[in-house]
Structures are given as structure tokens and as C-alpha cells.
């Protein structure tokens, strides 16, 4: 890939290398906390892959125990990981009482939390609700899966040197600012005949860089980053697009994708952009506009905007 030949510091082929190991990068998590959600496939589990491999106590949160515990073992092979730090919590992120349930439980076993990365998401092509009655899209990536997850930690990572959280978002928020709560909750009159999957999840992923934005003033103990793979073929993108992927070559594989959002996680903390929109290691514009792709304002939200996100995701969320 063509931006590695950018790179400050020195890059990986692979997710499993150890620190020291030949053609390993300079990064160690030896002593941390990684936390990652959606971590049993695809840009999960390359990440979670990547954490254990360097060292950290590793939580992967995820729905399904047997797809996790899988993955668990996949990563043990590749990486001759402790197994007793690579740790396994059930919880459907756009479920909140799950996800309260599921940080309860890791408070028990962890005063601090070093990096979070809320990865977990879902993207459907009709409009489906939660057991909570929360549009499964915006609940799963923003209410629940990045907002509520990371409040509900916020004392764990305060407790850390060089916390950081990281809300991996998409490409595809440049093509729409967030809406009003109505639109992009779907909750609007005939919400349900009207529903577009991708621009739902354009609205979630949008409103996770807004969130990043926000926190970064409240919550400036902590760096707050939102990052996206590029194309990269994961098991998501070939539910969204089927065999019109075809179009979206040539793609990434999963780590070429995953790899800038690995780095982050042990990055040096001094160079990290709080708020920043991350590819490749790189910040980058989060408003583009016109064929080139230049950067523009048609989706840029105001300061009332973001006021208005915030005061919903609070209330939905019961803080």
C-alpha cells in the first residue's frame, strides 16, 4: 500500500508479531488494558489479534459465545498469547442493559482501562428495534456500542497514563451530516417503509466523529479518535453490498484495513489528535464536497446540532 511508504514509524505485515520478533513495528501494550467490541471477526478481531500479540490483557466483547471463544483460540495460536490475558465478555452492545452489565463486569476484574475501542456494530436493510426499542443501527454503533459504553468506563480510563478510546467509524459519514434525533433514530411517521440501511448507518457513523469532537472538550483527560479501514473486504461489507462489491476493488484485506487503528492503540500518546478523523495513522478531513473530493461544509453540523445529539444520547441512554 502506497501510504505505508509515509509512515513515521516502521509498519507490519501482520497482526501476530511479537514485540522483538523480526519485522515486528515499535509498538508495545506490555501493562495495558485493551478493551475491543465486535472483537471475534473481521476488523476486531485483526485489532484483538494485534493487542494480545504485543502484550496487553485483552477484553474482547462480544455477542456470541462461540464465536468468540473461536476467535479467542485463533488468536492464542497465532500469537502464543498468555491465556490468561485474553478474556472473553458476552454483550450485545446496542442492548444498554447488557452493556451495563458487561462493564460492571469488567470493573470487578479492572480498576483501569487503558484503550477502548468500540468496534461492534450493525448494518440492516429494514428498519429492526432492540428488545429496548432502539433502532438496531444507531444503538449497536453510537447509542449503546460507543456513547453509553465509553461514559460507563470514562473512571477506568481516567485511571490510565495515555487513555485513549477509539470509535471505528466509516468513510461513508462524509456523505451526510447527522440529522435531527427524529431521522436519525427513525422514529419519523412512516420510518419503516422509508428506512435506508446505508444511510442509517452514514447517520451513526457520522455522529461517532461528533462524539469524538464533544468529548474531547468535557473529556480531556482522555484522547478521543475516530478512525476507518478505507475499503477493506470484512463479512460487513459483503452483507451491505453483496455481489455489487465488485465495484469497491481493489479492496484492503482485513489488516491492511485494520492496521492504522491497531497502531493507535499504543501509539506514542504526545503525537495523538484528540477529536481527529484518522486513516492510516493520519488525520484527515472530515467534510468533503464536490468530484474531487475536496474539503467542503454541506456536511458540516453546528454547535446546536451536536447540543441537540448529545442532550438524546444522555436521555436515551439514561445518564
Known amino acids: 500500500m502506497k501510504h505505508v511508504q509515509k509512515y513515521k514509524y516502521p509498519v507490519q505485515d501482520t497482526p501476530f508479531l511479537r514485540v522483538g520478533q523480526d519485522n515486528a513495528d515499535t509498538i508495545t501494550l506490555k501493562d495495558k488494558v485493551v478493551v475491543i467490541t465486535g472483537a471475534n471477526g473481521g476488523l476486531g478481531k485483526e485489532m484483538a489479534t494485534y493487542a494480545a500479540a504485543k502484550g496487553a490483557t485483552l477484553y474482547m466483547i462480544c455477542r456470541s459465545t462461540e464465536k468468540a471463544e473461536k476467535a479467542r ?19 450485545d452492545v446496542g442492548e444498554f442493559t447488557q452493556v451495563r452489565n458487561v462493564v460492571k463486569e469488567l470493573q470487578q476484574s479492572e480498576t483501569r482501562v487503558d484503550c477502548l475501542v468500540c468496534n461492534a456494530g450493525a448494518l440492516v436493510s429494514t428498519r429492526q428495534t432492540t428488545t429496548e426499542g432502539h433502532e438496531v443501527t444507531l444503538a449497536s454503533h453510537l447509542l449503546g456500542g460507543s456513547y453509553l459504553l465509553s461514559q460507563l468506563l470514562l473512571p477506568q480510563l481516567q485511571k490510565s497514563k495515555d487513555p485513549r478510546c477509539i470509535f471505528v467509524t466509516s468513510g461513508g459519514m462524509l456523505t451526510t451530516k447527522f440529522p435531527d434525533w427524529k431521522t436519525a433514530s427513525w422514529t419519523f411517521d412512516d420510518a419503516e417503509k422509508k428506512f435506508d440501511g446505508t444511510l ?6 457520522r455522529g461517532q466523529v461528533l462524539l469524538a469532537d464533544r468529548l474531547t472538550k468535557t473529556e480531556p483527560s482522555v484522547k478521543w479518535m475516530t478512525a476507518h479501514p478505507g475499503w477493506t473486504a470484512t463479512p460487513g461489507v459483503d452483507d451491505a453490498f ?19 487503528m491497531a497502531w493507535l492503540m499504543g501509539a506514542p500518546y504526545d503525537e495523538l489528535q484528540s477529536g481527529a478523523f ?42
Open 200 to 205: 442509517a448507518y452514514a447517520y451513526a457513523k
Open 242 to 260: 453483496g455481489d455489487n462489491k465488485k465495484w469497491l476493488e481493489p479492496m484492503r484485506h482485513p489488516w491492511q484495513g485494520a492496521e492504522g
Open 73 to 91: 483460540q485463533d488468536i492464542l495460536s497465532s500469537t502464543k498469547a498468555d491465556a490468561n490475558k485474553i478474556k472473553i465478555l458476552l454483550a
Open 278 to 319: 484518522y486513516l492510516d495513522r493520519t488525520p484527515q478531513a472530515k467534510h468533503v464536497a464536490g468530484p474531487f473530493f475536496t474539503e467542503g461544509s454541506y456536511t458540516k453540523n453546528s454547535e446546536a446540532d451536536v447540543d441537540d445529539m448529545m442532550e438524546h444520547l444522555k436521555k436515551e441512554a439514561g445518564l
